[in-house]
């Protein structure tokens, strides 16, 4: 499960990303993008945030898949994928890692995707009670065999057979990873 935040992101996930897009090779050409929307995975040793975010073009012809990983301190040996640091007005100093490269998320992923598993369930506390949010994307794994996972940022890129998480959101769905055997 997802515990969310009322809080405040400074600066926001959108922001850090545009700043980091320009360096990927995968993200050479391509247009402005907004947000859709996003779905979390479980760590779970409940430590590290797992989110993927997707953008789309204005005219919907492009979407792309971000995941991040959130922590408390930095990823030792993993300052060539940083995207950044926000200050959580909850959690304090979060450091930002582009997901693909965070052996949490690898895990957690691959465990999704093998398992046939879904997104993490979303709440907020609520005056005590926890309350549920229905996420912008809904993501499941086909279920197979381990394999190496490969992150597909350019949503309708050709994927090879074989296992595979799948995302939904409105105006979309496509394949967001797979397993490489």
Do not use: C, N
């Amino acid at each position: 499960m997802a515990l969310l935040h009322d809080a405040t992101l400074t600066p926001g996930k959108v922001e850090l990303i545009e700043a980091w897009l320009p360096g990927r090779a995968w993200a050479e050409g391509l247009p402005a993008l907004d947000r859709v929307g996003g779905y979390r995975i479980d760590d779970p040793e409940g430590e590290v945030g797992i989110e993927g975010i997707l953008l789309r073009s204005e005219d919907g012809a492009v979407t792309v898949h971000v995941p991040l990983t959130y922590r408390g301190a930095p990823l030792e040996g993993a300052e060539d994928a940083l995207v950044g640091t926000m200050e959580h007005s909850v959690l304090g100093t979060r450091w930002v890692y582009d997901a693909a490269a965070d052996p949490v998320f690898r895990a957690a992923m691959t465990d999704t995707i093998t398992a046939a598993g879904t997104q993490a369930e979303e709440f907020f506390e609520v005056d005590g009670r926890k309350v549920t949010r229905d996420p912008s994307v809904h993501v499941v794994g086909s279920g197979g065999e381990p394999g190496e996972l490969v992150v597909v940022h350019v949503v309708g890129a050709a994927v090879p057979a074989g296992a595979t998480l799948t995302g939904r959101w409105d105006g979309g769905e496509g394949v967001l990873a797979y397993l490489s055997t």
